[in-house]
């Protein structure tokens, strides 16, 4: 698992370096967010009903496009065949890049969760801890998903069009989970979230494993 | 086959409950477990192709997806048929409509990959990493599409139209449908598996008459 | 001595059908350098790639350093070094930081030291602190090489390595890759163009539709093997 580390961190830097995701991220953030309140147009008090499902489908919009650029990076100079010719197991690349995923997309909801708490009035600040764990999870089984199906768009024509063609169905009961423990955990704290967690961390379990395994039959040649 | 199907035609008349249309309910359901069926075929077949590189196992598993998506689109069209006339909608969210949906979305997208992914070997592969995620997802989106029944409050479960199986012959009907339908989708896929094979054939020969050339 | 580094045989694959290689055989000691001619299509890169463990053929076996390549573990690879057509370096960070990363993918020992090693011997230190977007392409050229060389491998695969040099890199190369030979490492490269990869080579192989279609044990007469060549493309073409 040294691999894993290293491609960790490797990612890391260049995200910094260039800082690419972070601002089309934020900007692609306040975009959707202000399309969907103006789009609703919303009552104050109505609005933080909408709050869960906006959050979660910005999100998905914003991840699928930083996932997608994760494995972008590894074609420009063939750098996949680089980790491939490595002495690592594909298992370790797959986790390499999990770990970088979840750590952007942790960044990615850093930015949006506050925005929607804005633009929509939820007070986010009593629930935090409830939010935090929830917004985790989901991220983690969003990015065991899309690190397995990125890694399979990039290397197939159409690639634009052919990752949230793959991932959005599959991604559909830990939508269901994520928004309905997120409504629970701002309406009442982490207990009534109960029955969307335990989704959550059945789908996180089920596909981090299946990426782990299944990852070295798409990165194969 | 043929002879199965007509034969539950020739059953049915002998039992009518809510009428005529009640008897889309044999195929609706039938239909249903051999999308499952299906796309538990398609999963099957996909681990055995990354396991062994066996051609004949892809296009298993391609005539699977094929299969499945067919009977998951007739179920999607029938259940408003059968659901019109009886509860006065054309849809609803409830639970299990909203799983046949999501299911059918991920095998269209099986289709979507095989068809537009390129015409690489390396597709097949992806393709069978999706058929098995697929499967996998499938005890999640049940558990899942339960917790929409606290959203949605005003839920029709399918059952209260079907559960009246107390007769006998309903039962037999439901099984003799089921089967035929299943034989039905066997030859279909058989059928799908040969042409598939005969077409590859037809490209190496296309390719060894290219080259002598 | 040990088991020979690379021993293929009737090594084949097809691409959606299409056959790029149909048939190599191909034998590579250690001390060997081996040079592939052939021309563009041939089937050199594929070839390389397989011998990298990048690739798997579709029929045939592969032994490196006597374990089959389709069982062995991701350790094998420690034994290798591939030079693509690309550098295989992000361009986005440094040449030591790439460096860096690989030799923790590579697990090489006293890994800083070997990194300034490398970047002085690959004459990258002006620019060591730059981002590889920036270098020309002999500069790409010379780190991918010390990228291969890092964990000093004993089979060294190089794809069309003088492509794109000047005078003065392509002497410089063939300078590198004779000292490495000498050292003992096995050395296989593919050239579409003889003159430059004459000097290095111990061995030719001519590469045509997926085939071996002549070659030569000993160092290569430059004009006995133009004429090889040209009879082998043009005649079978």
Sequence with gaps: MRGAGAILLKDLRIEWRTRESLASVFVLGVLLLVVFTVAHDPEPEAAPALAPAVLWVAFVFTGLLGVQRGFLLERENDCMSGLLSAPVDPAAIYAGKLLANVVLLGVTQAVVVPLVGLFLHVDLWGVLPGLIAVLSLGNVGFASLATLFAAVATRTRAREVMLPLLLLPLLVPLLIGAVTATRAVLGGGLGAARDGIAVLIAFDVVFVVAGWLLFAYVVRD | ?213 | MGPDPVRAEALGRSFAGVPVLAGVDLVVRAGDAVVLLGPNGAGKTTLLRILALLARPTTGRLALFGADAATAPPALRRRIGYVGHESLCYPDLTATENLEFYARLFAVPDADARVRDLIVWAGLEAAARRPVRVYSRGMSQRLALARALLHEPELLLLDEPFTGLDAAGVVALQERLATLRLAGHALVLTTHDLERAAPVATRVAVLHRGKIVWAHDGPPEPVVVAAAYQAVVTGRA
Excluded: K
């Design chain 2, 1 to 213: 086959m043929l002879a199965a199907l007509w034969l539950v035609f020739v059953a049915v008349p002998t039992e009518r409950e809510m009428g005529i249309v009640q008897r889309i309910f044999y195929f609706h359901v039938a239909s249903a477990w051999v999308a499952f069926l299906g796309f538990f075929l398609v999963a099957g077949a996909s681990a055995v192709y990354l396991w062994s590189g066996s051609a004949g196992a892809d296009r298993l598993a391609q005539a699977g997806g094929e299969i499945g998506v067919l009977f998951c689109t007739l179920v999607l069209v029938t259940g408003p048929l059968w659901a019109r006339p009886i509860w006065g909608v054309w849809w609803t969210w409830d639970p299990r409509l909203t799983m046949t949906v999501i299911l059918w979305a991920i095998y269209a997208s099986y289709l979507m990959l095989r068809a537009f992914g390129g015409n690489d070997d390396a597709v097949r592969r992806y393709a069978a990493v999706l058929g098995i995620v697929g499967v996998l997802d499938i005890p999640i989106i049940i558990v899942s599409v339960r917790l929409l029944r606290g959203i949605h409050p005003a839920v029709i479960t399918r059952n209260e139209g079907g559960s009246g199986l107390v007769d006998p012959w309903m039962r037999a009907g439901l099984g003799v449908s089921a089967l035929a339908l299943i034989l039905f989708a066997a030859w279909l896929i058989a059928l799908r598996v040969r042409t598939a094979r005969l077409t590859d054939e037809v490209a190496a020969l296309r390719r060894q008459v290219a080259e002598a050339a």
